[in-house]
């Protein structure tokens, strides 16, 4: 049970919201230490195969709370190094987990909750959301809690540094159109897009979709070909010697849908 978080299990769907929405469900330290809680436990978690991120009322995230005390925090490089680590590993865990990730982005996603969006594999928006890295507009830098990492790689070099370097939203509509999202629905319909993006997810094998989320995260840091290829060889032996190939492919013989049994 957690305070900050609700948890929803359809099946091998499991939706998880940020629920604080009348602090626009920004991250206090309470939500963080369940997030870190959560996508811990996410790793060991079978029954989940595709999990959807969103958050309650009119946002997604507003990024750190602000108006939380900060009185009795770290003090010192060592200690204020710890602290921020406490905070950047949640995208970390957020990559490490086995599932694929889907961030339904709704209003608000600044500071550390666009960094959350930018964590998951596939984010679809609505048609009321902004996203940001705010840090830079705090008097912070806006390399912070892997954004500078994800966010060059999603849209390219010049739109990640006109967004970090002046700290101004993007909009949902320029956001898919530089591939920062993969569509954009209505307000009242996201929920619905993030259901069907899953559900296309989960019409394929579990071990299968392991395989391809980890292929590629390491293909996007390749430093060769022959590494993403090396990696690709891989995963096609590993599912190749599966009961969920043989199915797949006497399901696509049979012209029927695939039961796929994560074996």
Request: proline share 3%; net charge neutral.
């Amino acid at each position: 049970m957690y305070e900050t978080l609700a948890v929803e299990r359809e099946d091998h769907l499991t939706w998880l919201t940020l629920n604080r929405p009348d602090a626009l469900n920004a991250l206090s330290s309470r939500m963080v230490d369940e997030l870190r809680d959560f996508y811990w436990n996410l790793v060991d978690d079978t029954q989940t195969r595709v999990l959807v991120v969103r958050g309650a009322g009119r946002a997604f995230c507003a990024g750190l709370d602000l108006k939380e005390s900060r009185e009795g925090g770290a003090t010192g490089v060592s200690a204020s190094l710890r602290m921020q680590r406490h905070i950047s590993e949640l995208v970390m865990l957020m990559r490490r987990a086995p599932q694929p990730i889907v961030a339904a982005v709704r209003g608000a996603a600044s500071g550390g909750g666009f960094a959350m969006a930018l964590a998951a594999d596939v984010r679809v928006a609505s048609e009321t959301a902004r996203m940001n890295a705010a840090f830079i507009r705090l008097g912070l830098s806006a390399c912070d809690v892997g954004v500078s990492y994800f966010l060059p790689r999603l849209v390219g070099a010049s739109v990640a540094s006109e967004l970090m370097l002046t700290g101004d939203f993007i909009d949902a509509a320029r956001a898919e159109r530089t591939g920062l999202v993969s569509r954009v629905v209505p307000d009242d319909q996201l929920d619905a897009c993030a259901r069907s993006m899953a559900e296309a997810m989960l019409r394929n094998s579990p071990v299968a979709l392991k395989l391809t989320k980890d292929c590629l995260k390491h293909s996007i840091d390749a430093g060769s070909l022959e590494q993403a290829i090396a990696m690709e060889d891989r995963n096609q032996v590993l599912t190749a010697a599966t009961r969920d190939f043989r199915e797949g492919v006497a399901a696509f013989l049979q012209k029927r849908p695939a039961r796929f049994e994560d074996a």
